[in-house]
Structures are given as structure tokens and as C-alpha cells.
């Protein structure tokens, strides 16, 4: 439950920054900056963009090594499931002689 949570506040976290580039793309271009001049406003919506640019590429280098991890543990459980199915035939096999052997000295008595 507590990773539901979590990864709905991180859902919610990225769809509020989405939002925040979405509005300031959308914003009308200020003449000040076309004319050299900029304003404190257009300084904070580029201080802005360039946080949530920052903050995206942190969470792409998390969800990167993320999957890279979870790529791992999946060839490793792949591996134990192989030896598992392996091994459940040889015990099979092994079950299959032992049940042979007791039905013929079973008949031989």
C-alpha cells in the first residue's frame, strides 16, 4: 500500500511539473525579452523551466537504473526457475526408477 501511495504522489508530482511547462510554453512571449531587456517575470518562468528540466533528468537516471535493476532480477529468477525445472525432472525420473524398482520386487515376492 505504501508504495501505491508513493508512486501516486510521484504521478501527481510529475503531472503538476507537466502542467507548470505545458502553462509557460503556452505563455505569451514578453517584449521586454525580445528587445534585450528581461523581465523578472520571464528570469522566474526560466529558472523554473530549468528546475523541472534538472528534475527530469534526475528521475530519467532513476527510472533507468530502475529498469536496469529490475532487468537483472529478471534473467536471475530466470535462471532459478530453469534450475528448479530441472531439477524437478530429474527428480521425476529419479521418482519414476524408485517406483519401477518396488513394483518388480514387489512382484517378485
Known amino acids: 500500500m505504501q508504495q501505491n501511495a508513493i508512486l501516486h504522489q510521484h504521478l501527481e508530482s510529475v503531472s503538476a511539473q507537466a502542467t507548470r511547462i505545458r502553462q509557460a510554453a503556452d505563455a505569451p512571449i514578453d517584449p521586454n525579452i525580445e528587445a534585450g531587456e528581461p523581465s523578472e517575470d520571464s528570469d522566474n518562468r526560466l529558472s523554473e523551466l530549468r528546475s523541472v528540466v534538472n528534475y527530469l533528468r534526475k528521475e530519467k537516471g532513476i ?12 534473467e536471475v529468477l530466470k535462471s532459478q526457475t530453469e534450475r528448479l525445472s530441472q531439477t524437478l525432472q530429474e527428480t521425476r525420473t ?11 520386487h514387489h512382484d517378485l515376492f
Open 63 to 74: 527510472v533507468d537504473l530502475q529498469l536496469e535493476m529490475s532487468k537483472r532480477e529478471n
Open 94 to 104: 529419479a521418482l519414476a526408477e524408485v517406483i519401477t524398482v518396488l513394483i518388480v
